[in-house]
C-alpha cells in the first residue's frame, strides 16, 4: 500500500481539519478556509465540499490547499502528525550503503545528472497527480447514464500509477530510483507534453470564453 492509500484510510478530513484548527460543528459543517466565509459553507466528513466556493476533494486534498502543499508532503504531512506508520520500501542504512557504493563506480558528473533527472520525474509526475486529481473530482459524472469525459477517465486509469511512480522516487532505495530513471524516463517526458496539452488547451479556451471547445466524451 502507498503513502497515498494508506493515509487516506486512516484519516478523515473532519480529522485533519479539527487538528489543523477548523471548527467542524455537531452537523458536520465548518467555516470554509479557503474563502472569506462568516457562516458555516463546507461539509466536513470523509471527505469536503464547499457549497460557497466549490472547493471540494479527500482529507490529502484539503492538506494541500490548506499549507499550499504538494500532493506528496500533504501525505506525509499527515502521516507524521497523526503518526501513521508508513510502510517503507528499504532500509536507511541500506540506502545509504547503496549510495556510497554507487559514488564509488560512478564519476560525479552521473551521479549528477542522476539527481537532475530525478527532481525532474519528481516535478512532473506531482503536477500530473495533481491534475489528475483536479480531473477526478471536476469530471466524474453526475447521472448514472452520463458519457464519462476523458479526463476522468484518464485520471481512473493513471492517478493509482502515478501514485506509486512517485512512491518509488521519493521512497524507494537508490537502486530502485536510478533503474525508475533509466526505465521511465521517456513516459515522464510523453507526460510533461501532456500537460503542456493541457495548458494550452486550457489558455485557448479561457482565451476564447469557452469550456467545452475539444472536450471528448468517453461512452
Known amino acids: 500500500m502507498n503513502i497515498f492509500k494508506q493515509t487516506k484510510e486512516s484519516i ?3 480529522q485533519a481539519a479539527e487538528i489543523y484548527g477548523v471548527k467542524v460543528n455537531r452537523n458536520g459543517m465548518a467555516c470554509c478556509p479557503f474563502h472569506n466565509d462568516k457562516h458555516p459553507s463546507m461539509k466536513v466528513d470523509e471527505n469536503f465540499y464547499c457549497f460557497a ?6 482529507v490529502i486534498h484539503f492538506v494541500e490547499k490548506f499549507f499550499g502543499l504538494t500532493s ?3 501525505a506525509k504531512k499527515l502521516a507524521d502528525d497523526f503518526r501513521i506508520p508508513i510502510e517503507m520500501k528499504q532500509k536507511k542504512s541500506n540506502a545509504i550503503s547503496k549510495r556510497k557504493k554507487i559514488q564509488k563506480k560512478n564519476p560525479y558528473q552521473l ?24 480531473w477526478k473530482l471536476q469530471y466524474a459524472p453526475q447521472f448514472p447514464d452520463e458519457a464519462w469525459r476523458e479526463q476522468f477517465v484518464e485520471a481512473c486509469n493513471r492517478k493509482e500509477q502515478t501514485e506509486y511512480y512517485l512512491d518509488i522516487l521519493l521512497e524507494g532505495d537508490l537502486d530502485e530510483r536510478i533503474e525508475f530513471v533509466k ?3 521517456e513516459e515522464v517526458k510523453a507526460i510533461e507534453k501532456r500537460l503542456e496539452q493541457h495548458r494550452r488547451r486550457d489558455n485557448h479556451e479561457n482565451g476564447i470564453g469557452s469550456s467545452n471547445n475539444g472536450e471528448r466524451l468517453v461512452s
Not at 530525478?118 to 509526475?125: A, G, Q, T, W
Open 53 to 58: 466556493c466549490g472547493a471540494k476533494g479527500d
Open 183 to 185: 526505465n521511465k524516463g
Open 72 to 74: 506528496y508532503e500533504a
Open 12 to 14: 478523515t478530513t473532519k
Open 111 to 134: 551521479m549528477q545528472e542522476f539527481e537532475k533527472w530525478e527532481k525532474y520525474c519528481i516535478r512532473i509526475l506531482s503536477e500530473y497527480l495533481h491534475l489528475l486529481e483536479e
